[in-house]
């Protein structure tokens, strides 16, 4: 047995150990328990510097969560969207291969609660329909492994997956989506990237939350990862007494960005049963993407998105940058709210007379004041 599997046995799950190890009334880590079940590893366990602490937040079962058990238990329609078991196609060219249930952390906003901690084994027969799936859509060139998570597999299992993968001619891109390398680095060995760089173009996205969660071990297994060619991207998600601050955010993506992992998500938190405590006010979010992007590098901010209820997929949410227009000229705003005006083109101009849109000049405005010809109204930021 590996490290990590020692590790996922000594996990705290129980009843019994939620009331010793944090003092959870019985009666609520029962109801708790039945609802959703917790894991919490002995790694991630060590991260928690004190009771409520932004680790803590995330794996600690809370009678909060008993609050809004009515909510949607698949906010995203994720069944809804799985012609067979264990694929989710809801873009085009891209299929979510839902792998297992099991996790090395049971995170507490988790939006596949309903699907997370069975305990059915998952063999290459159970999955035969999913292979066949993929194999008859042609349009499919990328698919993203999930669960649960991937990387709970074992490697030899893992590597089944990825062979026949791998034989399906126009299947190009293969994502695994993992929270390991955050919540149970001692996942990435040696031996598990030796067989994935056989596989490539293979990609990681995990799940970093928290500036905490980045340490030794988790910056060692990203480094293993990078070294073999295997680029790592991060997903997090903004959640209320985590991580929505703006310098909370800022030092994440640039602890990320110096560990090799790029910044590519940060979600508003999905609407899901037991969770709705961390969902932020949009507004939060909004601003926090207003102070990283032009104060940090363009490449440690990531896409603020909603997914949308109801299967509707990743919209992006930005702040606005375009504060008015008219026909021909648009006002714009930079990361200090200085104002400029930026000639636009008129389509027909290009044609007739090239020379019409070839003179115009920008211009930084004066003042922060519009320009009484621009008649549209001023958009909020």
Known sequence: MELWQEMIRESIHSVDQLVEKFGLDRDVAQRLDKFFQARINPYYLSLIRYPGDPIWKQCVPDEIELEDIDAAEDPLAEDDMSPVPNIVH?????????TTSQCGLYCRFCTRKRKVGDSTKISMRNLESAFKYLEEHTEIND??????????????????????????????????????PCVLPHRITPKLVAMLRKYHPIYVNTHFNHPWEITEESTKACGMLADAGIPVGNQAVLMKGVNDDAETIKELMKKLLAIRVRPYYLYQADLTKGANHFRTPLRVGL????????????LAVPQF????PGGGGKIPILPEYIIARSEDKIILRNFKYNLYEYPDVREENQVTDRSHFLRKNGKALKSKSLPKYLKLPILNT
């Open 90 to 98: 809801r873009y085009p060219d891209r299929a979510l291969f839902l």
């Open 143 to 180: 698919v993203i492994l999930s669960g649960g998570d991937p990387l709970m597999l074992t490697d030899a299992m893992l590597e089944k997956i990825l062979i026949r993968l791998r034989s399906i001619s126009h299947i190009q891109v293969i994502r695994l989506g993992t929270k390991m």
């Open 287 to 298: 601003e926090i993407m207003d102070k990283l992007r032009g104060h940090i590098s363009g």
């Open 305 to 308: 998105v909603i997914d949308a």
